[in-house]
């Protein structure tokens, strides 16, 4: 259930008034989606039509997150679905970080008018691409207009913090890693209608500060020329530090950071 709280904290008002600083709106950003989890199927056509139709330019997937689990089928299922938006798709392969840094690799990124990270292990995306020529080609194409999605793991990734596993084994104890910093100063809790939700004690504990944004599957907290809003099969919900968690089943979603639209000082 949503948790309650009271007025947000000064320390996070601070922080957002600084993040909002370097994250000002910037209209030539591209289409922004953080989708909760099973992705490409029925249910997320509102999100994945407008992605579709946004792409100016090359289409790929990168199924870094799903190195360690046939990748080549995460693949297929994402071409497959994204042709019923008459989108093709190419495999951009980046699964190491030897490849997050060759230099054909990093041209091809910089050409992309549309970029898909599908989930999988969360702390792969963020430890491959952050930091390397590819991973920054991709942002700074999303900077100039294409569009850029993530689904769990991916979606986790293009935050400032990614939950991955405290230990083995175990599920819901989550501790924070560097993400890719595209939005700042949040976390994503992907299936949050399924088990995510169970993530949020030790993330609250992890990131006190952070903004944590619980996305059901099948559903997108989408960026759009400086707002946020929901769309697809189910809801957000938005935990801002010691305030009211607030759940959005569609329309505006406000509270989430700006994304770095443009590149930090």
Not at 53 to 67: D, E, F, H, I
Not at 107 to 129: N, Q, S, W
Not at 183 to 201: C, I, N, R, T
């Amino acid at each position: 259930m949503p948790r309650q709280g009271g007025t947000p904290t000064l320390d996070y008002a601070s922080k957002l008034r600084s993040t909002r600083r370097n994250s000002l709106p910037d209209t030539r950003a591209g289409l922004l989606g953080l989708v909760g989890g099973d992705e490409f199927h029925p249910g997320n056509e509102p999100q994945d039509a407008l992605l579709a139709a946004s792409a100016r330019g090359p289409a790929y997937v990168l199924a870094t997150a799903a190195s360690r689990s046939r990748p080549e089928m995460v693949v297929r299922h994402a071409q497959t679905w994204f042709k019923r938006f008459s989108l093709e798709l190419i495999e951009l392969p980046v699964y190491t970080k030897s490849q997050a840094h060759d230099p054909a690799l990093t041209a091809m990124a910089a050409g992309t008018g549309f970029c898909y990270l599908p989930g999988g292990d969360p702390g792969l995306v963020a430890t491959v691409l952050r930091g390397s020529p590819v991973g920054d080609a991709i942002i700074e194409a999303w900077r100039h207009g294409a569009a850029l999605a993530g689904s769990s793991a991916g979606a986790m990734a293009l935050c400032s913090e990614t939950l991955v596993r405290q230990s083995f084994p175990g599920h819901t104890q989550r501790r924070a890693l560097p993400g890719l910093g595209v939005v700042p100063q949040a976390a994503v809790l992907p299936h949050h209608d399924s088990f995510g939700e169970k993530w949020y004690p030790s993330a609250r504990a992890a990131l006190p500060h952070t903004v944590l944004i619980g996305i059901d599957e099948r559903t997108c907290a989408l960026w759009e020329s400086g707002s946020w809003r929901c769309l697809g099969a189910g809801g957000v919900t938005l935990y801002i530090p010691d305030a009211p968690a607030v759940r959005v089943a569609s329309g505006a979603l406000d509270g989430i950071p700006q994304p770095l639209a443009s590149p930090t000082t």
